[in-house]
Each structure stands twice: as structure tokens, then as C-alpha cells.
């Protein structure tokens, strides 16, 4: 094979390398953004059927076992609003 062909051969193989990367990166952001979306769209659901027992059963608070997130509380138990009154008090 002539040193020109071989080197033609080079960048073609380049090229294609370079489109394979391309192809896998697309495939991967897209397969991300899917699995993004379906989580949102489980997290909404979960949401409103923990909602609805918590307040059935007259729940404070329910927290989650496997990573610790707390997914309702009551709002009586929000305290928000006093801590930002007694940090006004202490830092005007």
C-alpha cells in the first residue's frame, strides 16, 4: 500500500473512530435525559400517594428508609419562619 493511501486510510478510520464517539456521547445524554424524566415522573407520583396517607392517617412525618430523605412532614412541624425571626434577632 502507497504512503498516500495508507495515510487516507489513517483519516478515514480517524473519521470514523471520531463519529462512533459522537454516535455513543448522543446516545448516552439521551439515554440520561430519559431516565431523568421517568425518575421526575415516579418522584411526582410517589409524592401524591404519600401525601394522600399522610393525611389520611394523620401523619407528621414519613421519612425514607433506604437513603434517610424525609418525603412529607406536617406543616405544623415547620419551623422555618421562627428560626428566621431569632436569626433576624441576632444578626439584623
Given at each position: 500500500m502507497s504512503p498516500d493511501a495508507k495515510e487516507s486510510k489513517q483519516k478515514d478510520f480517524e473519521k470514523k473512530q471520531r463519529d462512533y464517539s459522537y454516535s455513543v456521547q448522543y446516545v448516552r445524554e439521551d439515554m440520561?435525559?430519559?431516565?431523568?424524566?421517568a425518575r421526575?415522573?415516579?418522584l411526582r407520583v410517589l409524592s401524591g400517594v404519600v401525601d394522600t396517607i399522610a393525611k389520611d392517617k394523620k401523619y407528621d412525618m414519613i421519612a425514607e428508609k433506604s437513603n434517610g430523605g424525609i418525603l412529607f412532614v406536617s406543616k405544623a412541624l415547620d419551623i422555618t419562619d421562627e428560626v428566621i425571626t431569632e436569626l433576624n434577632k441576632v444578626k439584623p
Open positions: 440520561q435525559k430519559a431516565e431523568n424524566d421526575i415522573a415516579i
